[in-house]
């Protein structure tokens, strides 16, 4: 099947090739936007590899000194070495580390590095590092930071944080821009480093599909492959919902916790509410009433429902999926995990494409989620923190890594299209699926938009997520109201 799949996905690829760049600024655009912030914190973006990053806080329940006992603090790489701080609210990301760190001493026996990982709650970690870096003193030598508290942590620039620059430029030619830029500061530098892209893509339950609708599951691939637009998407859908006829089944869920789904709207459309650093944020775009509006039609008519508890990245949601009530879904590619714990029955039933656009041509992806690391000026020897931090994450060693442990989509383009790498029957997610997901992240690598995170972000996505919201897909408020609503909201922050 794979290989039949291969043929098709290549074919798909000349068309992307066509397609639009990269939606989102250049080296001087903000951090992507914290719309998903809440997606990602709460519902955990990272948490595809373990994390919980809104897990509760664990200090909180307990006095300080308790609570910091139980704070898990490993210990990787040469006691005789440099020794660095590692900070992180991601278990496995300080195992990532520690596993890059055995084998820069093997290939560095000159300039070894020792370096203790420690895993804080979410909220503890940004508060404790924002605290000691306006404090001057107590920062790590290297910290992740997730995306939608990025404009707090870059804020400082020259006094907080150390460019990446000089570090990343060998890795540069390789790496997805947008996903680059995300964590550029205003003054064009790079401060953070990503893990992965967080590729935007359609998620299709073939197996489900085919029972349904009496066809082979290479005959509902060829019409998944068919679809280009929104309005394709929906005819399937609704070909879908006539042949099973059965209460309760949808063929997707809309969220009313979440902001996904407008991210792929606005980059579609290469617009961004925020603004960008000089500008104003408008939640009256058009991509935003186009999506809202359609959205609200599909509710109406039956082709979707609410995503129970608000969006798909909760347990209600993975339990939603399980029992079939929805058969197709967008998420970004880290989603692939959720599967993979959360999910395993599913394996083999499932397929990855790319998603629909309002109008052939327009971009049909955006980088959702994330985390930059970034190296203080507090480091003990900076250069060599942001040396040895960008070789972990960027170089062909590090990604292998990110992919098989933490089942991220790797920033670095050169091993999307290496046989070696992105066929490899043996990592658990090529297993998972019915096609190679590389197959389809190589296919749109030109269309991968992004949406950025500025300081008006956090009032944007608490607006969204707890009110506009439900107020359109829950109670069918009209959409320009709505939005106006949100935007007066908007207006007095800003």
Same mark, same amino acid.
């Given at each position: 099947?794979?290989?039949?799949?291969?043929?098709?996905?290549?074919?798909?690829?000349m068309?992307?090739?066509?397609l639009?760049?990269?939606v989102?600024?250049g @080296?001087?655009?903000?951090?992507?936007?914290?719309?998903v912030?809440?997606?990602?914190a709460?519902?955990?973006?990272?948490?595809?590899?373990?994390d919980?990053?809104?897990?509760?806080?664990?200090a909180a329940?307990?006095?300080?000194a308790a609570?910091e006992?139980?704070?898990?603090?490993?210990?990787?790489?040469? &006691?005789n070495?440099?020794?660095m701080?590692?900070?992180?609210?991601?278990?496995l990301?300080?195992?990532? #580390?520690?596993?890059?760190?055995?084998?820069?001493n093997?290939?560095?026996?000159?300039?070894?590095?020792?370096?203790? $990982?420690?895993?804080?709650? =979410?909220?503890?970690?940004?508060?404790?590092?924002?605290?000691?870096?306006?404090?001057?003193?107590?920062?790590p030598?290297?910290?992740?930071?997730?995306?939608?508290?990025? &404009?707090?942590v870059?804020?400082?620039?020259? +006094?907080?944080?150390? &460019? @990446?620059?000089?570090?990343?430029?060998?890795?540069?030619?390789?790496?997805? &821009?947008?996903?680059?830029d995300? #964590?550029?500061?205003?003054?064009?530098?790079? =401060?953070?480093?990503?893990?992965h892209?967080?590729?935007?893509?359609m998620?299709?339950n073939?197996?489900?599909?085919?029972?349904?609708?009496g066809?082979?599951?290479? /005959?509902i691939?060829?019409?998944i492959d068919?679809?280009?637009?929104?309005?394709d998407?929906?005819?399937?859908?609704?070909?879908?919902?006539?042949?099973?006829?059965?209460?309760?089944?949808?063929?997707t869920?809309?969220?009313?916790?979440?902001?996904?789904?407008?991210?792929?709207?606005?980059?579609?459309?290469?617009?961004?509410w925020?603004?960008?650093?000089?500008?104003?944020?408008?939640v009256?775009l058009?991509?935003?009433?186009?999506?809202?509006?359609?959205?609200q039609e599909?509710?109406?008519?039956?082709?979707?429902?609410?995503s129970p508890?608000?969006?798909?990245?909760l347990?209600?949601g993975?339990?939603?999926?399980?029992?079939?009530?929805?058969v197709?879904?967008p998420k970004?590619?880290w989603?692939?995990s959720?599967?993979?714990?959360?999910?395993?029955?599913?394996?083999?039933?499932?397929?990855?494409?790319? $998603?629909p656009?309002?109008e052939?041509?327009?971009?049909c992806s955006?980088?959702i989620?994330?985390?930059?690391?970034?190296?203080?000026?507090?480091?003990?020897?900076?250069?060599?923190?942001?040396?040895?931090?960008?070789w972990?994450k960027?170089?062909?060693?590090?990604?292998?890594?990110?992919?098989d442990?933490?089942?991220? /989509?790797?920033?670095? +383009?050169?091993?999307?299209?290496?046989?070696?790498?992105?066929?490899?029957?043996?990592?658990?997610?090529?297993?998972?699926?019915?096609n190679?997901? #590389?197959?389809?992240?190589?296919?749109?690598?030109d269309?991968?938009?992004?949406?950025?995170?500025?300081?008006i972000?956090p009032?944007i996505?608490?607006?969204?997520?707890?009110?506009?919201?439900? /107020?359109?897909?829950?109670n069918?408020v009209?959409?320009?109201?709505?939005?106006?609503?949100? @935007?007066?909201?908007?207006?007095?922050?800003?």
């Amino acid at each position: 099947m794979k290989k039949k799949v291969l043929a098709t996905l290549l074919s798909t690829a000349m068309v992307a090739s066509a397609l639009i760049g990269c939606v989102g600024g250049g @080296q001087n655009a903000p951090a992507s936007d914290g719309a998903v912030a809440g997606d990602e914190a709460a519902a955990g973006d990272e948490a595809a590899a373990g994390d919980d990053a809104a897990a509760g806080d664990e200090a909180a329940a307990g006095d300080e000194a308790a609570a910091e006992e139980e704070i898990p603090t490993s210990t990787f790489g040469d &006691p005789n070495g440099t020794h660095m701080e590692m900070w992180t609210f991601v278990e496995l990301h300080g195992q990532h #580390y520690g596993n890059m760190v055995e084998k820069w001493n093997e290939q560095n026996p000159d300039r070894t590095i020792e370096i203790t $990982c420690t895993t804080y709650p =979410y909220a503890d970690m940004h508060t404790k590092l924002l605290t000691s870096l306006t404090a001057g003193t107590g920062a790590p030598d290297i910290c992740d930071v997730e995306i939608g508290q990025f &404009p707090n942590v870059v804020a400082g620039l020259d +006094t907080w944080l150390v &460019p @990446q620059d000089d570090n990343a430029a060998p890795y540069l030619d390789t790496m997805v &821009p947008a996903r680059m830029d995300v #964590y550029a500061g205003s003054d064009g530098h790079y =401060y953070g480093i990503p893990y992965h892209v967080g590729a935007t893509v359609m998620y299709y339950n073939v197996a489900a599909m085919a029972e349904a609708m009496g066809a082979s599951q290479e /005959d509902i691939i060829a019409k998944i492959d068919a679809v280009v637009t929104w309005d394709d998407y929906v005819a399937l859908g609704q070909e879908y919902l006539a042949a099973i006829a059965t209460e309760g089944k949808f063929w997707t869920s809309v969220d009313t916790a979440g902001c996904d789904w407008l991210w792929i709207a606005m980059a579609e459309h290469g617009e961004d509410w925020t603004g960008g650093f000089d500008g104003t944020a408008n939640v009256q775009l058009d991509s935003v009433k186009k999506m809202l509006t359609m959205q609200q039609e599909w509710i109406n008519n039956g082709l979707a429902q609410v995503s129970p508890d608000g969006h798909t990245d909760l347990e209600a949601g993975f339990q939603n999926i399980l029992d079939h009530n929805i058969v197709s879904f967008p998420k970004a590619m880290w989603y692939m995990s959720r599967f993979t714990n959360y999910m395993p029955e599913e394996s083999g039933n499932w397929y990855i494409a790319k $998603c629909p656009v309002f109008e052939a041509g327009q971009p049909c992806s955006v980088g959702i989620g994330g985390t930059g690391t970034v190296v203080t000026q507090q480091a003990g020897d900076p250069d060599l923190a942001s040396e040895f931090l960008c070789w972990a994450k960027m170089s062909e060693e590090g990604e292998q890594l990110i992919w098989d442990n933490l089942g991220f /989509d790797v920033c670095n +383009t050169a091993l999307w299209n290496d046989d070696a790498f992105a066929h490899d029957d043996n990592n658990q997610y090529n297993a998972f699926f019915i096609n190679y997901p #590389y197959d389809v992240l190589y296919s749109i690598k030109d269309d991968i938009g992004a949406v950025y995170t500025t300081a008006i972000s956090p009032t944007i996505n608490e607006q969204f997520c707890n009110i506009t919201l439900n /107020d359109i897909l829950e109670n069918g408020v009209d959409v320009e109201e709505a939005l106006q609503t949100a @935007q007066d909201v908007v207006d007095l922050e800003q």
